[in-house]
C-alpha cells in the first residue's frame, strides 16, 4: 500500500486524535487539527476509507436526543496500525539498511564461484531469520535471483535480463519469473519447491503493503544485485 505524504499526514493526525477523543472524531476535527478547511479534510478521509486505512460511521451529535441530522465520524481501521507500526519498524532500521544491502550483493557476487543450490539454500536461511518487512523482501531478492541464476543454461540469462529493475512492477516482474522458473525446471526437490513458493507468495503480499519509500529502497537493491550478477566471475584461486 502507498500513502503519500499528505495522506500519511492525516492518517498520523486521525490517529492521534482518535485516542485523544477516545473514539471517532468528525472530519473538522481533523481539519482544525491540521489548519486546513473541512472539505478538504473530508476529501482525503474519504481517501483514506478507499484505501482502507480509515472507515467512518453515522452518528447523532451529542446535543440531539430524537430523531435529527447524524454527522459522519472517522476513525483508523487495523490496517491502519499495521501499516503506521511498519513505518516505524522501518525507521527503526534504517540505519542497518546499507550494511544489508552490502551483505545480499556481496552474498550474490560470491555465488557466482559456489554451487548454486548451496548459495540458494544460504540465502534462503537468512529469510527465515529477517523480522522486518523491508528486510525480508530484500533478503528475497537475492533469493529469488539466485532461484532464476541456478537455471545453468540460456534460459537463465535470457530471464535475468527481461526483469526490469523498475518500481513495484520490476519487484513483481522477478517474482513471477522466480515462480516460472521453478516450474520450467522440474521439481528435483520438491522441499526446497515448497518453501521457496511459499516465500515467493509471502514476498508478493508483503511488496503490496509497502510504503512508496520502501518501494524505491528495494528497487535499487534489485538494479544493484542485476548489476552484481553481470560483473565477470572472477576466477578462483588455487
Not at 541456478?150 to 513471477?176: P, Y
Amino acid at each position: 500500500m502507498k500513502l503519500t505524504p499528505r495522506q500519511q499526514a492525516f492518517l498520523d493526525n486521525l490517529f492521534e486524535l482518535y485516542r485523544e477523543f477516545k473514539g471517532p472524531v468528525h472530519y473538522s476535527v481533523v481539519a482544525n487539527k491540521l489548519g486546513v478547511n473541512k472539505f478538504s479534510a473530508y476529501d482525503m478521509l474519504k481517501v483514506l476509507e478507499e484505501k482502507g486505512v480509515a472507515a467512518s460511521d453515522y452518528i447523532l451529535s451529542d446535543d440531539q436526543t430524537g430523531p435529527g441530522r447524524s454527522q459522519v465520524v472517522f476513525y483508523p481501521t487495523h490496517k491502519a496500525a499495521q501499516f503506521l507500526t511498519q513505518l516505524r519498524d522501518e525507521m527503526r532500521y534504517n540505519a542497518d539498511w546499507q550494511r544489508l544491502k552490502d551483505s545480499i550483493i556481496r552474498r550474490l557476487q560470491e555465488a557466482r564461484n559456489a554451487n548454486p543450490a548451496d548459495a540458494l539454500r544460504e540465502a534462503l536461511s537468512s529469510v527465515s531469520d529477517a523480522k522486518v518487512p523491508l528486510n525480508y523482501c530484500a533478503e528475497m531478492i537475492s533469493v529469488m535471483l539466485l532461484n532464476i541464476q541456478r537455471r545453468s543454461d540460456e534460459n537463465a540469462e535470457s530471464l535475468l535480463g527481461a526483469i526490469s529493475t523498475k518500481g513495484q512492477i520490476g519487484l513483481a516482474s522477478l517474482a513471477g519469473l522466480s515462480l516460472g522458473s521453478l516450474l520450467a525446471g522440474g521439481s528435483e526437490d520438491k522441499k526446497l519447491t515448497k518453501k521457496l513458493v511459499e516465500h515467493t507468495q509471502r514476498f508478493q503480499i508483503q511488496l503490496a503493503e509497502m510504503s512508496e519509500e520502501s518501494i524505491n529502497k528495494l528497487s535499487a537493491l534489485l538494479n544493484d544485485s542485476m548489476a552484481a550478477l553481470r560483473q565477470p566471475t572472477l576466477p578462483q584461486a588455487i
